[in-house]
């Protein structure tokens, strides 16, 4: 099974910097796109930030020149580097990883490609 663990969440003032970060571990055979999504009370969940595995970058443009992602391949994981924060960036941040994973059935391997999700961090921005 495949766990992802976010962290860095928590209240800071309008126009300081917040980085978070996801972790990804289980059995891994290559990870795909790496992203990080945000909910704020009573909205839906949408994308903030994603990164290809060859490096290539999308952003919201609510947070482009604010925001960066970023991926480390050899330690599986995705950061968020959050700065000039807004109170709009308030929400619960989600990080979504697409993965293959493998299983061994006595020397019969299988693969299976599927994205996961954490749990969430909180992101709270006063102003």
């Known amino acids: 099974q495949v766990q992802l663990v976010e962290s860095g969440g928590g209240l800071v003032q309008a126009g300081g910097s917040l980085r978070l970060s996801c972790v990804v571990s289980g059995y891994i055979l290559s990870v795909g796109d790496m992203g990080w999504y945000r909910q704020a009370p009573g909205d839906k969940r949408d994308s903030v930030a994603t990164v290809t595995n060859s490096g290539s970058t999308k952003y919201v443009d609510s947070v482009k020149g604010r925001l960066t992602i970023s991926r480390d391949n050899a330690k599986n994981t995705v950061d968020l580097q959050m700065n000039s924060m807004e109170p709009e960036d308030t929400a619960v941040y989600y990080c979504?990883?697409?993965?293959?994973?493998?299983?061994?059935?006595?020397?019969?391997?299988?693969?299976?490609?599927?994205?996961?999700w954490g749990n969430g961090t909180l992101v709270t921005v006063n102003s």
């Open positions: 979504k990883v697409d993965v293959t994973t493998y299983s061994d059935h006595g020397g019969v391997f299988s693969f299976n490609s599927m994205e996961f």
